[in-house]
């Protein structure tokens, strides 16, 4: 699934791997936006992220930037395939840890920064930073979610390693699975940093099955 940049209408409902238990720690991440744009100006601008779970290929979900439009319905500005949640048999269980994707819901946009550094079981490069989600059972609360890519702090890609996965570089399709954070390829969130810049950082994330 490519990059699309068409003003189309939305016609239907629309993280190494992030997406790390409540009782495991991670970084903190900088409430100031890399950009230095501020979350007034976010809001001005009227946008928003959204999440379309693919029930029968979580690895071929989709992530919208979009517009919120007055009075009409809102607009794509941006579409990337995205993935959440591993690919076990809790992959899709919205209340497993560090396994399953995201629960439905909105979040708030937190801040983003694109030369994070997660140490070395984090995530890096290129980030944003969704708050803390209670999931469906009431109880359990999925934290230090982030949409990410898997990349060095500066956004360089690691060397490969034959016969085995490198969490910081992107190796193929599989690189879609994540530990419940959105994951994009690097080229995509590249091009999301880019469109946010151009119209405005989005505030929330609207995730949707």
């Given amino acids: 699934m490519g990059i699309r940049r068409r003003f189309v209408p939305l ?29 007034g100006a976010a809001a001005a ?8 779970k693919n029930q029968s290929d979580p690895g071929k979900s989709a992530l919208y ?6 009075d009409a319905r809102d607009t794509v500005l941006a579409k990337y395939r995205a993935g959440s949640g591993d690919a076990g048999p809790n992959g899709t269980d919205e209340c497993a840890g560090s396994r399953g994707w995201l629960p439905n ?8 920064d694109a030369h994070y550094n997660g140490g070395d079981h984090g995530v890096n490069g290129k980030v944003i930073h969704v708050q803390d989600k209670v999931c469906q059972d009431g109880r359990t609360t999925r934290a ?9 702090p500066e956004g360089s890609q690691a060397a490969a390693r034959p ?7 992107w190796d193929g399709p599989d690189d879609y699975r994540s530990l419940g954070c959105i994951k994009l390829s690097p080229a995509h969130i590249d091009d999301l940093f880019g469109e946010a ?11 949707v099955s």
């Fill in 197 to 207: 810049g151009r119209y405005g950082w989005p505030t929330k994330l609207k995730v």
């Fill in 45 to 52: 601008d009227g946008t928003y992220l959204s999440f379309n």
């Fill in 163 to 169: 016969g085995q996965d490198n969490p910081y570089r």
């Fill in 144 to 152: 230090e979610l982030f949409v990410h890519s898997e990349m060095w």
């Fill in 105 to 112: 819901g909105t979040y708030q946009v937190l801040a983003h």
């Fill in 65 to 70: 930037l979009m517009a919120s439009v007055p």
């Fill in 11 to 39: 016609t239907a409902a629309l993280a190494l791997t992030g997406g790390l238990s409540a009782t495991q720690a991670a970084p903190a991440l900088a409430a100031q936006p890399a950009s230095g744009r501020t979350a």
